[in-house]
T-cell receptor, first 111, second 116 residues
Framework: EDKVVQSPLSLVVHEGDTVTLNCSYEVTNFRSLLWYKQEKKAPTFLFMLTSSGIEKKSGRLSSILDKKELFSILNITATQTGDSAIYLCAVVPNYGQNFVFGPGTRLSVLP | DTGVSQNPRHKITKRGQNVTFRCDPISEHNRLYWYRQTLGQGPEFLTYFQNEAQLEKSRLLSDRFSAERPKGSFSTLEIQRTEQGDSAMYLC??????????????FGPGTRLTVL
């Protein structure tokens, strides 16, 4: 059965800290991995990763995929209170079209 | 606003009643997905459509659940004879599928269902 594991499940930091969120997966015929940010409502898209070793960056956020070790990390530097959210990792298997989501990491950034 | 919209945003019902939710995808998107999310969990896939065709259904989708996308635009998700275990956030997402590239899914705000 396809499985996505995220760690930590919960994290509390102070503004200005750097955080690393982890996502590991077991999936048949991996195609892509995506990161989403979920505040109070809908998940919003952050990154899509399909190739190992290529870092994607957007402002203070960056992410990289390791297809050999079956994991991805999401880094947030100089965290702000607005980064407080649940960060979801999703994997797309090659055989289907649905996303398999992990449980999410709840990040709280304190002022 | 040209994003994915869902109605209603909140629904409270009594056990045994039927409920129907609506999702309006981004207009040019040909794929539409339904997910269910419970507290502390990531979204769980329920079903998806390409245009009006329902192409995949999760085993989570019992026979009390039915989804339609009659004209390839909006979709409805109906739950018959609701149970307390159906209480969850129901998320809709849409995407544009082109070739074999993974399509980014854009989510709506969700419908929160509470079954008393």
């Amino acid at each position: 059965e396809d499985k996505v594991v995220q760690s930590p499940l919960s994290l509390v930091v102070h503004e200005g800290d750097t955080v690393t969120l982890n996502c590991s997966y077991e999936v048949t015929n991996f195609r892509s991995l995506l990161w989403y940010k979920q505040e109070k409502k809908a998940p919003t898209f952050l990154f899509m990763l399909t190739s190992s070793g290529i870092e994607k960056k957007s402002g203070r956020l960056s992410s990289i995929l390791d297809k050999k070790e079956l994991f991805s990390i999401l880094n947030i530097t100089a965290t702000q209170t607005g980064d407080s959210a649940i960060y979801l990792c999703a994997v797309v298997p090659n055989y289907g079209q649905n996303f398999v989501f992990g449980p999410g990491t709840r990040l709280s950034v304190l002022p | 606003d040209t994003g994915v919209s869902q109605n209603p945003r909140h629904k409270i019902t009594k056990r045994g009643q039927n409920v129907t939710f609506r999702c309006d995808p981004i207009s040019e998107h040909n794929r539409l997905y339904w997910y269910r999310q419970t507290l502390g969990q990531g979204p769980e896939f329920l079903t998806y459509f390409q245009n009006e065709a329902q192409l995949e259904k999760s085993r989570l989708l019992s026979d009390r659940f039915s989804a339609e996308r009659p004209k390839g635009s909006f979709s409805t998700l109906e739950i018959q004879r609701t149970e307390q275990g159906d209480s969850a956030m129901y998320l809709c997402a849409s995407s544009f599928r082109q070739g074999a590239v993974t399509d980014t899914q854009y989510f709506g705000p969700g419908t929160r269902l509470t079954v008393l």
